[in-house]
């Protein structure tokens, strides 16, 4: 995803915050400084960078460090999560929502490992954390953007419900430059019909 945002962080946490349910294969919750060499040997990849706004490279322990710091403030307009195997508990990628603003539009943004691309994992981390952003917040939509290049993101996005809203450029510090990207949007109604007919196939 282009614009994964880190996000605005107030301190207004909501205290015990609820965390996204778990999935089959995957769960989501809070990296952790034991998950530290994960992130750094898997996020310093210039194919994963070139796709995300504001993810550097090379990404530096220093980068890990700072994610999970921000990630362990979760309030109603930020939250942040590992994407880890259910199985085993190995991180493999992040999930975000955020508030880009104050009240603004909440943007969703996710990255994955090499290793864990083409496997179906990101489509079913984005369903939870769509889910959870709903749940938690009440906004009316989400937004998403990728890279017109990355159709495996595209894919993801439009099994999880996500609609085609236009294109645009957007900044990318990995890419180092402008890109061209495709934005998405998925109301709060399209996904209460999602859940109660069953998800897109």
């Given at each position: 995803?282009?614009?994964?945002?880190?996000?605005?962080?107030?301190?207004s946490?909501?205290?015990?915050?609820?965390?996204?349910?778990?999935?089959?294969?995957?769960?989501?919750?809070?990296?952790?400084?034991?998950d530290?060499?994960?992130?750094?040997?898997?996020?310093?990849n210039?194919?994963?960078?070139?796709?995300?706004?504001?993810?550097?490279?090379?990404?530096?322990l220093?980068?890990?460090?700072?994610?999970?710091?921000?990630?362990?403030?979760?309030?109603?307009?930020?939250?942040?999560?590992?994407?880890?195997?259910a199985?085993?508990?190995?991180?493999?990628?992040?999930?975000?929502?955020?508030?880009?603003?104050?009240?603004?539009?909440?943007?969703?943004g996710?990255w994955?490992?090499?290793?864990?691309?083409?496997?179906?994992?990101?489509?079913?981390?984005?369903?939870?954390?769509?889910d959870?952003?709903f749940?938690?917040?009440?906004?009316?939509?989400?937004?998403?953007?990728?890279?017109?290049?990355?159709a495996?993101?595209?894919?993801?996005?439009?099994?999880?419900?996500?609609?085609?809203?236009?294109?645009?450029?957007?900044r990318?510090?990995?890419?180092?430059?402008?890109?061209?990207?495709?934005?998405?949007?998925?109301?709060?109604?399209v996904?209460r019909?999602?859940?109660?007919?069953?998800?897109?196939?």
């Open positions: 995803m282009v614009l994964e945002s880190e996000g605005y962080l107030d301190e946490c909501l205290g015990a915050a609820v965390m996204p349910q778990e999935g089959v294969r995957v769960r989501l919750d809070l990296p952790r400084t034991d530290l060499a994960d992130i750094v040997f898997l996020a310093n210039r194919k994963i960078a070139s796709h995300l706004a504001t993810m550097p490279h090379p990404f530096t220093e980068d890990a460090r700072r994610m999970v710091q921000r990630s362990a403030v979760l309030n109603s307009t930020h939250a942040s999560f590992a994407i880890r195997m199985t085993t508990g190995r991180l493999i990628g992040q999930a975000t929502w955020s508030a880009l603003e104050p009240g603004g539009p909440v943007q969703v996710y994955l490992g090499e290793p864990f691309w083409g496997q179906g994992f990101a489509t079913e981390a984005l369903q939870m954390l769509v959870h952003a749940a938690q917040g009440d906004m009316r939509e989400l937004l998403a953007d990728c890279r017109v290049t990355n495996a993101s595209r894919r993801v996005l439009v099994k999880c419900g996500f609609q085609y809203r236009d294109q645009s450029m957007a990318s510090l990995g890419a180092g430059g402008s890109v061209p990207i495709e934005r998405f949007a998925l109301e709060r109604s996904w019909a999602l859940k109660h007919w069953g998800r897109v196939a």
